[in-house]
């Protein structure tokens, strides 16, 4: 990497979060690294007083600090050159996926197909896409510009990828599913798999009820690694666009999610459960079928959901309830030993007088 900083500053402004400060001219940045090991040449990120101590010891090109710092960097000129910004963590998004992402071209397989990669003739891959070894891509499928479908990964049928998609290796997207641009999805990682649907006959045995929908995912998606996402019995299981999963998680057939979620390891949601937009969740929480969760609801505390969600906010624990109450009743139950033990003695004490 060797960039000048004014470059960097005007990627910034163009997202939508400009740096504050002095600019020198040819100021060249070689490299982005962790505040605790850069070096000369290097551009970091501060968005506490803590870190400012590595800067000093440490002396890099460029820090990218909070305002609320501005008075104690005062000191590294001419060394370091300070900007500053109200949102520290989106400049480190811009400007890390801008100069120092992942290079998939490093990898530097035969392409843009790789003669190991099985493709139907029927197949529609833009000229720009990239096809790691191994790769089988199925009957009518299309896959959009610049997408890379790395090792191993399995394709099938009639399947959409939008432009700028990642696949990583031995993924699977399941017949008829759709995936918008920009989206990732995970190692491992199962997008079609069969619903869980049975019918029982009067000697508790299970019949399968074929699970012939898809999966429809938005744009700007992040299926982490092993993740299942069930194809709906008839209709569609959707994700919609900007939400990001953890590793670790699965979505039953028939389920919607809504636009720009947060959902971590193990989240757990069964059929045909609704989740809103904005929605935030903790490792392990749970849904149960046929709920809703409204917009702008953030779930801890393993928390299981069992009934509707119809108001923004906090809400923990099995099953669920607002958080400022789970934080109260939980604190009562840690006395409970101690309020069964003044009870007794209070039981004791109104027995003996009588």
């Given at each position: ?22 600019v020198p001219d040819n100021?060249?940045?070689?490299g ?8 000369p040449g ?7 007083p803590a ?11 460029v820090?990218v600090?909070?305002r ?5 960097v005062?000191?590294l000129?001419?060394?370091?050159v ?31 197909i ?5 493709v ?5 891959i ?13 009957r009518?499928a ?22 700028d998609t990642?696949v ?12 918008g ?7 491992g990682s199962?997008?079609g ?16 009820i ?5 999966v ?25 666009s ?26 757990c ?7 809103g ?8 929480t ?8 409204c917009?702008d609801v953030v ?7 069992v ?13 669920t ?19 069964r ?8 004490a ?5």
């Amino acid at each position: 990497m060797n960039v000048q900083l004014a470059e960097i500053v005007e990627t910034c402004q163009v997202a939508g979060v400009p740096l504050e400060g002095e600019v020198p001219d040819n100021w060249p940045v070689t490299g982005i690294a962790a505040v605790q090991s850069c070096g000369p040449g290097d551009l970091v990120f501060a968005d506490k007083p803590a870190l400012l101590a590595h800067v000093l010891e440490r002396k890099p090109a460029v820090v990218v600090a909070a305002r609320s710092l501005r008075d104690q960097v005062a000191s590294l000129a001419p060394t370091t050159v300070a900007l500053f910004t109200s949102n520290v963590a989106l400049a480190h998004s811009i400007i890390k996926q801008r100069y120092a992402g992942r290079d998939y071209a490093a990898a530097e397989w035969e392409g843009p197909i790789h003669p190991s990669a099985i493709v139907h003739p029927t197949a529609v891959i833009d000229p720009s896409a990239w096809i790691e070894p191994r790769v089988v891509v199925g009957r009518n499928a299309r896959i959009g510009a610049r997408s890379r479908i790395m090792s191993g990964v399995v394709i099938e049928h009639d399947v959409v990828i939008g432009c700028d998609t990642v696949v990583h290796p031995n993924a699977v997207i399941g017949y008829n599913c759709v995936l918008g641009d920009e989206t990732v999805i995970g190692p491992g990682s199962i997008i079609g798999s069969e619903g869980f649907g049975f019918a029982q006959d009067a000697k508790r045995r299970s019949h399968p009820i074929p699970q012939t929908g898809r999966v429809v995912i938005g744009d700007r998606v992040r299926v982490g690694a092993n993740n299942t996402i069930d194809r709906a019995t008839y209709a569609e299981t959707r994700i919609g666009s900007g939400t990001k999963f953890d590793n670790l998680c699965h979505v039953a057939h028939n389920v919607d999610i809504g636009e720009d979620c947060l959902l971590t390891a193990m989240f757990c949601i069964a059929g045909s459960s609704q989740v809103g937009n904005r929605v935030i969740a903790s490792g392990q929480t749970g849904i149960i079928d046929h709920v809703k969760v409204c917009d702008d609801v953030v779930l801890v505390h393993r928390a299981g959901v069992v009934k509707d969600i119809d108001q923004p906010g906090a809400h923990a624990s099995l099953p669920t309830q607002p958080l400022d109450d789970y934080l109260r009743n939980t604190a009562a139950a840690r006395k409970n030993a101690e309020l069964r033990k003044r009870v007794a003695e209070l039981e004791k004490a109104l027995a003996a007088s009588r």
